[in-house]
């Protein structure tokens, strides 16, 4: 693994490079790091990489999505979102995992689910509408579960 979270033997098929500005909608299947200036929509079941000098203003729907520019917009994730230490981020995520260096800026709101958002839940799983369980007493009970300690 290498700084940014991926296989050192990744390979990078498409590349928005540093001095570059591109609009636009990308759809690929593989690996997209941005270096430059973006502004539009990804899709990919792979990854998104955007580098240190990267800047999007985008829409990202992606397996992993590792941000260590500037990144303004909504991401989802299937996999993860890795935000490292020289990230920023105004928008929201949602994805199962989320890991965040220390030193980052975030700006949004965070939605960790175990299931991309367009799935819906099976009616054996706890908080579904068939197990008479509502999200709201969930949550509540969670509250009573948990709690800070000091430090």
Known sequence: MNEYGLEENAFINSLVGEGTTFNGEITLDGLLRIDGDYLGTITTPGTVLVGKSGRAESTIHAGTIVIG?????????????????????????????????EGVL????????????????SPEEPGSAESGEKPE???ADLEHTWKPQEV
């Open 106 to 121: 975030l700006h949004g709101n965070c939605v960790i689910q175990k299931k991309p958002a367009d799935q819906e839940t």
């Open 69 to 101: 520019g500037i990144v303004k917009g909504n991401i989802f994730s299937t996999e993860k979102v890795v935000i490292l230490s020289t990230g920023l981020l105004i928008g929201n995520i949602t994805a199962p995992r989320l890991i965040v260096e």
């Open 137 to 139: 007493e969930k949550a």
